[in-house]
């Protein structure tokens, strides 16, 4: 076969194809530059909406069972301690690193009282009867109470019990007889909701307990129920150890107190520095909670401006500054129940 010469046939030039090349070039150093440039964004919302959420809602949460320290409490804890605390708030001070604070209170309903056998569905009217030491409680989720380090009960936040024995099932008294330690001094009556004669509810049962609020060594913001190794922020084989806030930075508690029980807040201000020696826990009216978090990823847009305040209470911050974004929350509650009255 011969070969054929074409002439005059169209193509692209050299120069047409370095001047494509160019341009896709372009398009696509655009491209990566709007999705390197979007994606950092991303990370740095990502970050800073984690540490907003995250550590508002711990300290929220630290705040509110604050307010409700002292619920359900013995009148004398010094007579009835609850796991070893004979006080409602427990500060633990320190300038140099955070603060911690231990609480007592009926913080968990753990189930409904009602008569020894009974249940919903008995006979109603009915009233589990003032002077009786013996009760069964039906239970509402897993936690519940024991013979030992959750004993502590409060029927209605009316009447204070300790377990004194019962049939241990799954690590909880079971709903069978329950023995308390006292008799209840007040009459509980049933609840008939629909009016058919057929009791449907019991009266709320809470577990008094010891929560201890810390920040261990990994900057984790930790809820220790029971038993805590407070100066360690652990807890022990019976605690329930939870981990609520990562990165946690600081966490710091300034007390307002009444002294002469007249209404009103000593005119010296809020105490920064604890001290159990002459300062009372059951002078507290009053607490200033503060949280500071920190961002887990540097932020490359934030270079060297990332400065945590100079002064949290009485705890002074180094003033390196870093890339890391922070959010620094700050509240005062008031201690609603009154106790060592």
Not at 56 to 78: E, L, Q, R, W, Y
Not at 110 to 118: D, Q, S
Not at 253 to 271: E, R, S, T, V
């Amino acid at each position: 076969m011969k070969m054929k010469l074409c002439r005059d046939n169209n193509g692209y030039t050299i120069g047409e194809l370095m001047v494509a090349i160019v341009i896709s070039t372009l398009l696509i150093s655009a491209a990566a530059a709007t999705y390197i440039a979007q994606n950092r964004s991303y990370v740095t919302q990502e970050s800073v909406s984690e540490i907003n959420t995250q550590s508002k809602i711990a300290h929220d949460m630290i705040s509110n069972d604050i307010k409700t320290a002292g619920f359900g409490v013995p009148d004398d804890m010094n007579v009835d301690p609850i796991n070893g605390y004979t006080s409602v708030i427990t500060p633990v001070d320190s300038s140099t690193q955070s603060d911690a604070v231990t609480i007592i209170g009926g913080f968990r309903r753990i189930g409904t009282l009602w008569p020894v056998g009974g249940g919903p569905g008995m006979a109603c009217p009915n009233e589990i009867k003032m002077g009786t030491t013996q009760v069964s409680i039906i239970l509402s989720g897993t936690a519940g109470a024991n013979t030992a380090d959750r004993r502590y009960l409060s029927f209605d936040g009316v009447d204070y019990v300790e377990v004194q024995s019962c049939t241990m099932s799954d690590d909880n008294c079971s709903s069978g007889i329950i023995t308390l330690d006292r008799p209840l001094m007040a009459t509980y009556p049933l609840i008939d909701n629909d009016g058919d004669n057929k009791c449907d509810e019991g009266r709320p049962v809470y577990l008094v307990e010891d929560l201890t609020y810390c920040i261990d060594a990994n900057a984790t913001l930790r809820r220790i129920r029971r038993n805590a190794d407070v100066a360690a922020c652990a807890g022990t084989d019976t605690s329930d150890n939870e981990a609520i806030a990562e990165n946690i930075e600081d966490l710091q508690f300034a007390y307002g107190l009444d002294a002469d029980n007249n209404g009103m807040l000593d005119g010296g201000g809020y105490i920064t520095n604890w001290s159990p020696i002459s300062n009372d826990p059951a002078e507290i009216r009053t607490a200033r909670v503060s949280v500071l978090a920190r961002a887990d990823k540097r932020d490359p847009d934030y270079a060297e401006q990332g400065i945590p305040p100079a002064t949290i209470e009485n705890r002074d911050h180094v003033q390196t500054a870093d890339d890391f974004r922070r959010r620094w929350w700050q509240k005062t509650v008031t201690v609603r129940n009154r106790w060592g009255r």
